[in-house]
């Protein structure tokens, strides 16, 4: 069974500073995606970023970016030039046919 | 394109009682995912249906049924409600293995209280 481990209950940085989260998983697949999402106050949870397995190259998308090491099953996290509205709990995902979470990160953001 | 919708927002239920949540799937998306979010937790998979067939579960006992509908909405059901069903119970949407990479849209919840 696919599980998904985040090791970072809460964390804590500084406006304009970087933070990254952790999370490692366990799969016997070779083929799948990991997700990294985002969970306001409001409660929807909204998409942060995305992975293929296969694809050695690390995703971004402006201040997101993420350190895939596969062999490691490491999926880490980055926030670059941290916002207030970054605040939020941030939750790792793997996907291969349903999607499985991890137990999440609470993001406090210091003006 | 609309998101996804669920309701109601907010339930309370008595213990033993039975309740029914619905969901209505994002425009296109085929597959609809149930998930169970307790206090501080995250969401855990409670199961997935496609083509009105559940095609996965999670570790939830069958007091925790549902239904998908040809026009993709969706239902969860519980029975026997127990005070530990408390939670915000969350659908989603998706695209079938195909569409797997794009991940799930989810709507905002309901949430359940049981007392």
């Known amino acids: 069974a696919q599980t998904v481990t985040q090791s970072q209950p809460e964390m804590s940085v500084q406006e304009a500073e970087t933070v990254t989260l952790s999370c490692t998983y366990d799969?016997?697949?070779?083929?799948?995606?990991l997700f990294w999402y985002k969970q306001p106050p409001s409660r929807q949870m909204i998409l942060v970023i995305r992975q293929e397995a296969y694809k050695q190259q690390n995703a971004t998308e402006n201040r997101f970016s993420v350190n895939f090491q596969k062999a490691a099953k490491s999926f880490s996290l980055k926030i670059s030039d941290s916002q207030l509205g970054d605040a939020a709990m941030y939750f790792c995902?793997?996907?291969?046919?349903?999607?499985?979470f991890g137990a999440g990160t609470r993001l406090t953001v210091k003006p | 394109e609309t998101g996804v919708t669920q309701s109601p927002t907010h339930l309370i239920k008595t213990r033993g009682q039975q309740v029914t949540l619905r969901c209505s799937s994002q425009s296109g998306h085929n597959t609809v995912s149930w998930y169970q979010q307790a206090l501080g937790q995250g969401p855990q998979f409670i199961f997935q249906?496609?083509?009105?067939?559940?095609?996965g579960r999670g570790n939830f006992p069958p007091r925790f049924s549902g239904l998908q509908f040809p026009n993709y909405s969706s239902e969860l059901n519980v029975n026997a409600l127990e005070l530990d069903d408390s939670a915000l119970y969350l659908c989603?949407?998706?695209?079938?293995?195909?569409?797997?990479?794009?991940?799930?849209?989810f709507g905002s919840g309901t949430r359940l209280t049981v007392v």
């Open positions: 989603a949407s998706s695209l079938a293995w195909q569409g797997v990479g794009y991940g799930y849209t």
């Open positions: 799969t016997s697949e070779s083929d799948y995606y």
């Open positions: 995902a793997y996907r291969r046919n349903d999607m499985r």
């Open positions: 249906y496609y083509r009105e067939e559940e095609n």
